[in-house]
């Protein structure tokens, strides 16, 4: 009685949730202070104290109705307003409120995009290692997902040959991820250009607009002097996909939206068909006293030194232990090889000592593994110890 | 660019919430106070004390990670066993924790659902007049929906002969709204019995499932004796989508819940594929923060006497100004008798006289309008003069 069509996802069911609830589980078992949980992006940090406030002015200060009725399906035009202005501010666009719709979170974001562009056939090509829900989501309109294999060799910048192979006049969309889960790196501004060129000159081969969907819920999140690029610099057909999620540390709240490039394609037409699409969806809109709380804290972040301070523990941690991992830039993932070929085995031996961490392969990238650092610097630091034990076991 | 399959959506755009947004634009030439709309089911009502003040005990007194981190994607067990247990106390049924799933409102509740039934080509069979939005969010997933036309000649209980004309193998799921938007009727124990009796022998013909989706989110409101079935006690396999925009006054909060009944079909598979279905859809889980506003304020109600001498005080004024109307049980519609054969020349007349409402066309049911009357007893009662103006074109 359940639909065909659901049998993949439910196959594919997430490995990452799964160990979610498997560490809650540990939890209760162990105690929470002794299971070291890596699994997911869940933020271990406090929101920021403009979000409280925020919240008791929405709840105090402004009337009911605006808070608690329908807005527009896009969102509040003041909302959207404060989001443009930001954009503006801080990249020198020219996004107008009209550019963009208030989402629940960059996965709901990313899935207006997607229902606006695909029709059955069509594809969409992402660079591995890659968040393996941007298969589903695009499954979820009929489109097949095309694959670029990772580059170790070149510390996990995509590859631009590696692009040229993987598209083919049914790619409609190509998904930057930037900084990177799970890799933690950051895409430079040369493999930036150097993929868009690619892409121009794919859209001029095949007749038809070839959009990049930039999936940025980590843009704030950097720990180096890297710079991420603004790709609506480099290519016109580009929609963002933001969160708050990271950035304010609320990842359960649900908060983005959908910023179309003024430049982009006929792009009066495509935000008319994306709100109709986010309505059609049944969300309706974005839940309103989220779009106000973020109104409110356009310019508020989460404590970026307690990133970067689980950062260059956690790395240290695990280079002392033996292992070789990349240098986390941005996000907060650190990206670990593991010892053995089969990092599902890395991965239940690190569970024995207590330690969850995800498998690459869930990232279409196996012979690593991913460690999510977002949790408290002395859970992270009580973890030396597993860490040194399991590094034993490989390194003697 | 965009997708072939978005223009059904776009050419199909909601009436309603193009009313919406012309209401907004007319409030700013005429004055709010001197335009009468009646166009959106979209509270006037503050939610009540109980809201306000769980957000002020969410905001202060729990702890932050818990409230804005990612919850399972089913949701809290905690808000989910105070929904189990709320309709235990309620209708005696024997829901736990886990036959709930916690939604971005009743639409996407019901696209959770559908998701987890349809396969392309698949059915669904309404009622008219119904909320058109069903048939868009069945085509998400290539369903498609078979119309029982409306019974005006039984105050529009739905038409059990109807039904069984309108059931074929592909037939998976029913939608039953109770009480109905647009007509403000309550359909009758009598009249749900013998549409799960049909059912329940095409089920046997089909040796299929045909779910029941029990669109439910104005089971609170009603404004007369009679009672709103509790459908799970009929029929075994039935699927509540709950929202608390309406009970709560809060539609742009965007929270709700699916609740599977325990007696349906391999309900643990369901619950499952549901749970996935949720989290693939891209919402990933419901907004944190309204979960655990519902679960304080699960007794809470909005002011029902509001709406009780709303649905009294528009009744008066429409019909002592010579129009039909049936008299609303429940909801927050008055349905009113078109009194020219092309509603949409008497929408327009109404328009002259500031006053929005929508045409039955917009759900499947020409001939009526739909007046939502949930706005200020002091705008409707200020509208009286418009609508006798209205009259008086019509009736001399």
């Known amino acids: 009685m359940i ?24 939890a209760k078992v162990y105690g929470e202070e002794n299971v070291y949980d890596f699994s997911v992006g869940n933020p271990g940090l406090n929101p920021p104290q403009e979000v409280f406030d925020a919240i008791d002015y929405i709840n105090h200060e402004m009337d009911p109705h605006l808070v608690h009725s329908y807005p527009s399906n896009s969102g509040y035009e003041s909302t959207r307003k404060a989001v443009a202005d930001d954009l503006n501010e801080r990249f020198g666009s020219d996004y107008t409120p009209d550019h963009i719709i208030m989402t629940v979170g960059a996965g709901s974001a990313i899935n207006v995009i997607m229902k606006t562009i695909f029709d059955p056939g069509d594809k969409q090509t992402v660079f591995a290692p890659y968040f393996v829900e941007y298969g589903n989501w695009a499954s979820n309109y009929g489109a097949e997902t095309i694959v670029v294999p990772a580059s170790p060799e070149t510390d996990f910048q995509p590859s631009v040959e590696g692009l040229k192979a993987a598209l083919c006049p049914e790619v409609k969309v190509v998904i930057i991820n930037n900084p990177n889960n799970p890799t933690g790196t950051i895409y430079s501004a040369e493999t930036i250009k150097a ?18 969907i930039a999936d940025e819920p980590y843009r704030e999140l950097v720990y180096t002097d890297d710079v991420v690029p603004f790709i609506p610099d480099f290519y016109d057909n580009t929609i963002i996909a933001y969160s708050w999620s990271k950035s304010l540390s609320m990842p359960g709240d649900r908060i983005g939206y959908v910023a179309v490039a003024p430049k982009s394609d006929e792009a009066e037409e495509f935000i008319a068909a994306a709100i109709v699409a986010n309505r059609v969806s049944g969300d309706t809109n974005a839940p309103t006293i989220m779009q106000l709380i973020v109104e409110r804290c356009i310019k508020a972040r989460s404590d970026l ?28 993932y650190l990206w670990i090889k593991s010892p053995v070929e089969d990092e599902k085995e890395f991965i239940a031996a690190a569970k024995d000592e207590r330690i969850l961490i995800v498998p690459g392969s869930a990232f279409c990238c196996p012979g690593w593994v991913r460690a999510s650092f977002c949790i408290s610097n002395e859970t992270i630091n009580r973890s030396a110890e597993s860490f040194a034990n399991l590094g034993k076991k490989y390194f003697g």
Do not use: Q, W
């Open 195 to 212: 993929l868009c060129d690619v892409l121009k000159e794919a859209e001029k081969e095949y007749g038809h607009p070839i959009y990049i």
């Open 305 to 332: 030194d307690y990133y970067k301070r689980n950062a260059a523990d956690l790395y240290k941690i695990v280079t002392e232990a033996g292992f070789e991992a990349l240098y986390p830039k941005g996000a907060f």
């Open 3 to 26: 639909a065909k069509s659901m049998k993949p996802f439910l196959e594919g069911s997430s490995v990452i949730r799964a160990m979610f609830e498997e560490g809650k589980k540990m």
